[in-house]
């Protein structure tokens, strides 16, 4: 059964990937919104925002996980345009296994987001980001986005299986575009009023991006990589469990 299901998943991971390679214009457009806050945020407003260090380094952290939750919206947009088409319906005719057909979008939503960061990443080293994070830095850092990227991933398959429309299924993503403003990622916590800056320091955003910090600039990580793994471990849980549980329904 598991080798059924690694093989159907490759089979349809291939697919979806096909429709991207067709389309990159999805890739582009997904990163077309977070290079432009990057712009904006840097040559605009980075000569007021005190940091203690170069501004493209204090912000990048944020800008990716803006990156991750933008291209996110695109799952849920191609999941919902399949259930729209009919094709979930004849996959279940086939011998194969069910889950394959979610686990093969979350894949493909994997692999372009990885593609969107690594294009983000690459205009702020022309901006003049500089990191002396060692080989294991990085890749802590992207074993963290990836698992992010999961999370929210399955969460795009609850509204991409459940929407009514396609700008509904899309436009779940908002919110989670705009968590990072009251979070760490553009301006230290302490500078905020009371309530919110009690926000910002609870929730998972401010985590996450203070681990990737420490990790590019070698500080200590100390708590906050666990409680950021932590965040991103227990959201893809939920999110997985309610996503197969809606699935289930829809193809009852």
């Known amino acids: ?77 191609r999941l919902f345009l399949d259930m729209k088409s009919g094709i979930f319906e004849r996959f279940q005719s086939m011998p194969i296994a069910r889950s394959s057909v979610l686990w093969a979008h979350v894949l493909t939503s994997l692999v372009a987001n990885l593609i969107s960061l690594v294009v983000v990443v690459l205009v702020a080293l022309l901006m003049g980001f500089r990191s002396a994070a060692g080989v294991l830095a990085w890749l802590a850092v992207a074993g963290i986005l990836m ?16 929407a009514k429309t396609p700008d509904g299924a899309s436009a779940f993503s908002y919110p989670l575009i705009f968590l990072p403003f009251i979070s760490s990622a553009f301006v230290p916590t302490d500078t905020m009023p009371g309530p919110v800056r009690v926000f910002a320091e609870n929730q998972p955003v401010t985590s996450i991006v203070n681990a990737i910090r420490d990790l590019f600039t070698q500080q200590p990580v100390g708590t906050d990589i666990w409680i950021a793994l932590g965040w991103c471990v227990g959201l893809l849980l939920v999110a997985y469990l309610f996503a197969m549980n809606t699935y289930r329904r829809k193809i009852a």
């Open 1 to 77: 059964m598991t080798k059924h299901f690694f093989g159907d998943t490759t089979v349809l991971l291939g697919r979806s990937l096909r429709h991207i390679t067709r389309s990159m214009d999805t890739i582009i457009t997904t990163t077309i919104m977070p290079i432009a806050f990057l712009l904006l945020f840097v040559y605009v407003f980075g000569g007021a925002i005190k940091t203690g260090t170069s501004y493209v380094n204090y912000l990048l952290p944020g800008i990716l996980l803006i990156t991750i939750a933008s291209g996110i919206a695109y799952t849920a947009f």
């Open 147 to 162: 698992l992010f990227t999961l999370a929210l991933t399955w969460l795009a398959v609850i509204p991409g299986l459940s």
